[in-house]
């Protein structure tokens, strides 16, 4: 290590040297980094995802469920008499999507049940499921624009019965069109081609996959849906409902179908205070 001391000692001895080090170290990172974004921008995104997610806490893990291996990610500290806020994704999408929420101090740690189950789209669909069929288990409910039918039958409602799914596409323009269509504010992913182009390299494995799925809950809907509408009739737990102006139900302003990247710190606002309500610390 003769040779590192000695460079040390250099350094400190010239500060043009320590600069022009710094300076050399700076430009080679960055290159690389625009080299792996253009080259390789799923890959760069899912390490950027992973560092946020270390940023604000969360850690990955995984449970094996009947030979199936499920990821899960899990932040906070075991509360006494808190229940546990467990949160579902949506279809064709991941647990990350809810990264924007955690960064306004939703905390997620899993503790014994009842907990509090939150889910957007099919996630507040499985959620509302869940809470008719395990009463026990659930202390509350947040529906965020659960994937069920609305009084106002909508153009995406309609597309689905005839076996279309805006959301099963992975192509740029497929991809491109999802943004726009389930987010209202106007951010940086619908400009970005790059970030559109990784998002869709993400999606593609899963392709199969999706559309199985979707074939499994649409033919569900159809031969259950009065049992499904009986059932959620019978939901216990105190349920709160969010649903974005935009996604064609007029209750949250400024807001598509993903209220989580569209407005995370209302969203974190109102669950913090319907959270609080629920347990009798808030008047």
């Not at 960064?103 to 789209?121: M, N, V, Y």
């Not at 039958?153 to 689905?160: G, I, L």
């Not at 009065?226 to 935009?246: C, D, N, Y």
């Amino acid at each position: 290590m003769a040779w590192l001391k000695a460079v040390s000692s250099l350094v400190s001895y010239s500060p043009s040297l320590n600069i022009s080090l710094i300076t050399t170290t700076l430009t080679v990172a960055i290159s690389l980094m625009l080299y792996w974004w253009h080259k390789y921008p799923a890959i760069v995104l899912k390490n950027m995802t992973r560092f946020g997610l270390y940023l604000v806490g969360m850690k990955q893990k995984f449970v094996d469920v009947k030979g199936l291996k499920l990821r899960y990610i899990e932040k906070g500290t075991k509360r006494k008499g808190v229940p546990s806020l467990f949160m579902l994704h949506g279809f064709s999408t991941d647990n990350n999507m809810y990264l924007p929420l955690v960064l306004f101090a939703i905390e997620t740690g899993l503790t014994e049940q009842p907990f509090h189950i939150l889910g957007t789209s099919l996630g507040g669909a499985i959620s509302a499921v869940y809470s008719a069929m395990y009463p026990e288990d659930v202390a509350k409910a947040t529906l965020v624009c659960p994937a069920m039918m609305t009084p106002k039958e909508t153009d995406f409602q309609r597309e689905v019965k005839k076996g279309n799914c805006l959301l099963l596409g992975n192509s740029l323009d497929d991809v491109a069109t999802i943004v726009d269509k389930c987010l209202y504010n106007k951010t940086i992913l619908h400009k970005n081609k790059q970030i559109l182009l990784a998002i869709a390299q993400q999606r593609a494995p899963h392709k199969d996959f999706y559309e199985r799925l979707f074939n499994v809950i649409t033919e569900m809907i159809e031969e259950r849906q009065e049992m499904f509408e009986e059932m959620l009739r019978s939901v216990q737990a105190p349920t709160q409902l969010i649903w974005g102006k935009h996604d064609q139900v007029d209750v949250l302003e400024e807001c598509g179908h993903i209220v989580s990247f569209d407005r995370p710190w209302y969203m974190a606002k109102i669950v913090r205070e319907f959270m609080a309500y629920r347990d009798g610390l808030t008047e």
